[in-house]
């Protein structure tokens, strides 16, 4: 994060030469008027480490202020002195027309900034001194009569440049609100004594800029990050144009506003501010709210006003990132937003008010058509090589995600490349892989990942329950073409999302069915138990369920709501404020569903307890019969992996366990584990000691005329 300043070391080399001459030229002339006043020796009072009595009287002298301006105009070397540091200040000015207006001294570029005076200036190079030439550590303890005071302080900057004659003048070069101590260009160490005595020096910060390398603050570097490029799309572009021509009209009538953009996380924030800046020709820094609140406010202020400045630039809080304001970050925000007179950048969710400066900047949601601009730009040469319409259709990633999941595409393609190759393209696996990977830890702490394991063989079904499921997949395929390209979007303000309900008994293959359509469509899938997302508390189920789909959004995440019976129930007939607000909690999960730009199912085992109110506002509705026989039949053929030996069942016998498709399921697992302690292979009586097993479980009787002679 370096920034170095286009000027030549020669130059700056000559600049400091003269000036650091024309210091000693000063010290040389103090000196002069010292040893004229001296009556004791400094040497040997530091030694004995006393006041001298010689010593004593001469500081209780009364102080003739003129006294020594008329040595300095009258002694014939002190004369000289003056002369040569005259001089030397004229070959600086040379200096500086040689230089021209291309170039300027770093000097006088903090003079410029920070609007200080000759004063303030010569007080920057007598704290660069000792830096730059160790011998004037020496020379400031013995000009100070005392040889542990070898460092710059008020006391010597007066005694060497110039003492103003009223006390109030005196303060207002080195008070708290002053330019050289509210942008910490010096820093007065804080410890016991006058403050006039106290240790003087430049932060690193401003010597390397006096040297003509101009960086982030240290202090800062950790908080404040350089944004990369933006991807922006037509909508984002404009809004940035806007924002631009605004500034410009609020800057000619005073400082830099603050501009507040509102929208959705990850909604354009970013980029419109990077837009604007590399517009106004500055940089754009990225404060972390996290780390600030842990700082020093009023110093973090003066660095943040200072580094504006130094390196032309301006910052973005992105408020949207942040989950809860602490009453430590709300206080940093009203600093930021009333003391202030950098460019500062907010990203929030909603308006701020009754701010000064402030300037309420509104984001629309990104359309289709802005995500698809921001893919192409993002993949640039891989774009035409994949299907692009699909991914965005079916991740709803603002412009930080979408470059965050390129990026992670081609470390995916790296991972993979042959030795031999030089590079490796995108392919679509690559991106898609990346996508699941970029969405699916958000809701890790919310809802439990199925990692679905079945395909649609695996499936035993009736033909009419079986294509409801086909139908739901191809609508989540090609929602990119009917809703964007034939235009369907334009009559659907809601209502666009997939909403689904599947209903049977427990073991009928729910779950199952949407495993079967999480793999076919290669999409994360999370279950989420609507038991415990409920909650008694007003207005709790409804937070519970906005954060599982503000997780989801962006990756379009198959959302399987299991136990929706703890939300649904026939409410038509309200009898009381807990029936009415359970319609309000069921409204709104529906609503939710209907927004959402994925796939949502829910799950029942009671149908006939749901309002056909509620049902007329899914999309699809498939039911998951008991199995009869025929097809009991058929997942026990379908129940053993293949690589599990078989030997000879009978399944027209074990077709007779009026059983569900999931407890089939189990007895077949468990004969395996019965089989592979006795001998290897999968028999009728390994699949009966399990099947009873089972029933028992079950609290279910089973008959010998089931099971036969086993």
Avoid at 36 to 48: E, G, R, T
Avoid at 141 to 149: A, E
């Amino acid at each position: 994060m370096m920034m170095t300043r286009r000027f030549e070391q020669t130059h700056l080399d000559r600049y400091f030469q003269l000036e650091l001459a024309r210091l000693r030229a000063l010290l040389k002339r103090r000196v002069l008027w010292l040893r004229q006043q001296w009556h004791h020796s400094p040497a040997q009072d530091a030694l004995n480490g006393i006041v001298s009595d010689r010593h004593a009287d001469w500081l209780l002298t009364d102080t003739d202020r003129d006294a020594e301006q008329r040595f300095y105009l009258e002694n014939p070397s002190a004369c000289d002195f003056t002369n040569r540091a005259e001089a030397l200040k004229n070959d600086v000015d040379r200096l500086r027309e040689q230089l021209g207006s291309k170039q300027t001294l770093p000097m006088d570029v903090l003079g410029h900034v920070f609007g200080l005076g000759a004063f303030e200036r010569d007080v920057l190079l007598l704290c660069a001194a000792p830096e730059l030439d160790g011998d004037f550590q020496a020379l400031f303890g013995y000009v100070q009569d005392n040889i542990k005071r070898d460092f710059p302080t008020i006391h010597l900057a007066y005694a060497l440049f110039g003492a103003p004659r009223s006390v109030p003048q005196l303060s207002a070069r080195f008070n708290a609100n002053a330019p050289l101590r509210r942008y910490r260009l010096i820093q007065l160490r804080d410890e016991p004594g006058p403050i006039a005595l106290r240790p003087l020096s430049l932060p690193e910060r401003i010597l390397d800029y006096l040297r003509g390398v101009n960086h982030l603050d240290m202090n800062l570097q950790q908080h404040a990050l350089p944004l990369p490029p933006p991807l922006l799309s037509p909508t984002l572009k404009t809004v940035g144009r806007r924002v631009v021509r605004a500034i410009e009209l609020s800057r000619s009538r005073g400082p830099f506003p603050i501009v507040n953009i509102i929208g959705d996380k990850d909604g354009g924030q970013r980029e419109v501010a990077s837009q604007v800046a590399e517009e106004l020709r500055i940089k754009l820094f990225e404060l972390n709210p996290t780390s600030l609140v842990e700082q020093d406010v009023t110093a973090l202020i003066a660095l943040l006003e200072r580094e504006a400045l130094l390196v032309q630039a301006a910052y973005l809080m992105d408020m949207t990132q942040v989950d809860e304001v602490s009453s430590r970050l709300k206080r940093l925000l009203d600093m930021l937003t009333t003391q202030t007179g950098f460019l500062l950048f907010l990203g929030n969710h909603q308006r701020i008010e009754h701010a000064p400066r402030l300037m309420n900047v509104h984001l629309s949601r990104l359309n289709n058509q802005d995500r698809l601009v921001m893919w192409q730009s993002a993949l640039d040469n891989a774009a035409p090589l994949l299907d692009i319409p699909r991914i965005v259709q079916q991740f709803r990633f603002g412009p930080t995600g979408v470059g965050q999941a390129v990026a992670t595409a081609h470390n995916n393609a790296a991972m993979h490349i042959d030795i031999e190759q030089q590079s490796q393209s995108l392919s679509m696996e690559d991106v898609w892989a990346a996508c699941r990977q970029q969405s699916e830890w958000q809701l890790d702490d919310l809802a439990q990942r199925i990692d679905p394991a079945y395909v649609w063989d695996d499936l035993v079904l009736q033909a009419e329950e079986l294509a409801q499921l086909h139908e739901i997949a191809q609508q989540v395929h090609y929602r990119h073409r009917v809703y964007v390209e034939w235009g369907y979007e334009q009559k659907l303000n809601r209502g666009r999302g997939i909403s689904v309900l599947f209903s049977g008994a427990s073991g009928t293959g729910k779950t199952m069915a949407a495993e079967v359509l999480a793999n076919a469509l290669d999409l994360p899938l999370y279950r989420i138990d609507l038991a415990g997302v409920v909650n008694k508390y007003v207005g709790e189920t409804e937070k519970n369920l906005r954060r599982i789909f503000a997780a989801a959004e962006q990756s379009g995440t198959i959302l399987f709501f299991d136990e929706a019976d703890a939300l649904f129930g026939k409410r038509t007939d309200v009898k009381d404020s807990h029936d009415r607000y359970a319609n309000i909690e069921v409204n709104y999960l529906l609503q939710l569903m209907e927004n959402y730009s994925g796939l949502a199912i829910l799950a029942t085992n009671r149908r006939q307890s749901l309002d056909r109110a509620f049902l007329r506002r899914l999309r699809f509705v498939v039911d998951f019969p008991f199995p009869n026989m025929n097809s009991r039949r058929r997942i026990l053929q379908r129940a053993f992996p293949e690589h599990v030996p078989v030997g000879r069942l009978d399944y027209n016998q074990l077709a007779q366990m009026e059983i569900a498709g999931g407890n089939i399921h189990t007895i077949a697992l468990n004969a395996t584990f019965f089989a592979a302690a006795d001998g290897g292979v999968v028999e009728m009586k390994h699949v009966i000691a399990a099947a009873r097993r089972e029933y028992a479980k079950m609290d279910k009787l089973d008959s010998n005329s089931m099971f036969g002679e086993y």
